[in-house]
Structures are given as C-alpha cells and as structure tokens.
C-alpha cells in the first residue's frame, strides 16, 4: 500500500494533554486486616463514650476509618480484600491516635492495678481500683495489633535531621 492512500485526521498533541488536569497521586499505607482494625477501632470507640474529653472532630482518621468499616466510603481510608489501607497524609493522625489508646489501655490494665492471687490461680484487680472501661483480654489483644501496628507505621514516617 502506497503512502498517499493513508488519510490521518489529526495527532494528539501535547498541548491537548497538557489541558487536561492531573488527578492528585494518592498514597496508601496498608494498615493490616479489616478484621484487626476493627478491633482496635471498636475499642477507641468504646474508650471515647468516657473519655469525651479527648474526643476528636468529626473529619478524624479515627471516625473515617470506623465509617469505612460500616461500609461507608471515605477519602482518607479504602478497604479492598480484606486489607485496611490509609491516605499517607493521615498517617500522624492514625498514629498519635493509636498511641493514645495504647497508653490508656496501658494504664487502664497496667500491673499496678492488679494483685495476684493463690487462691485462684491468677491476677485479680485490685477492689480498691475503678473498674476498667475495657476487657482485660480485648485490651491485651488491642495492644498487640497495636505494637505491629507502630511497626509499619514508623517504617513509611520520613525523618528530617537538622545539624546544629
């Protein structure tokens, strides 16, 4: 076939791609199984009915994440296969809020509220101790989701050194 019989109507330039605007490049950070973090979720939402001085506004990373596990959509959380991811930008966020928990579960079921006892073969909590918000066994189980949690979060945290 002879080059002339080929009509082409027009190339796509780079100007008409230039007009076209970007869509922002979203990074996500996986946080681990839908199952875990609706765990740790249920318990800071559990935490917060008591401890309504601490409670966060409404665009919270924590209220997004407890939306996105009803089944709401968010701009800051995306669950797909079982698996919890958040935006980067929000990963502060997650994280001082989860290190929050982590210190009042620690203090909530730390050693010094509790005594053991020979009779039974186990720790008891002190009866002069308040009672705990949460369950000792959910609280301990919270706490390791958490650990790794920390884990993969501290590996995506950009350090910036300063010289003195």
Request: hydrophobic letters at 45%.
């Amino acid at each position: 076939m002879p080059a002339a019989d080929v009509d082409i109507d027009r190339f796509p330039s780079w100007s008409t791609r230039a007009r076209r605007p970007a869509a922002p490049r979203v990074d996500w950070v996986s946080l681990g199984s839908e199952y875990d973090i609706a765990h740790v979720v249920r318990l800071w939402q559990l935490v917060m009915r008591f401890r309504i001085e601490s409670l966060p506004d409404d665009e919270s990373v924590m209220w997004q994440l407890a939306d996105g596990l009803r089944g709401r959509r968010g701009d800051a959380v995306r669950i797909r296969e079982g698996i919890v991811s958040i935006d980067r930008r929000h990963l502060k966020e997650f994280r001082d809020a989860i290190d929050w928990l982590w210190d009042h579960l620690a203090d909530e079921h730390g050693d010094q509220r509790y005594a053991w006892c020979r009779d039974v073969g186990q720790w008891l909590r002190m009866p002069t101790e308040q009672p705990p918000i949460t369950n000792l066994e959910d609280a301990r189980r919270a706490v390791e989701i958490i650990d790794d949690l920390m884990d993969v979060a501290a590996d995506n945290v950009i350090k910036l050194w300063e010289d003195a």
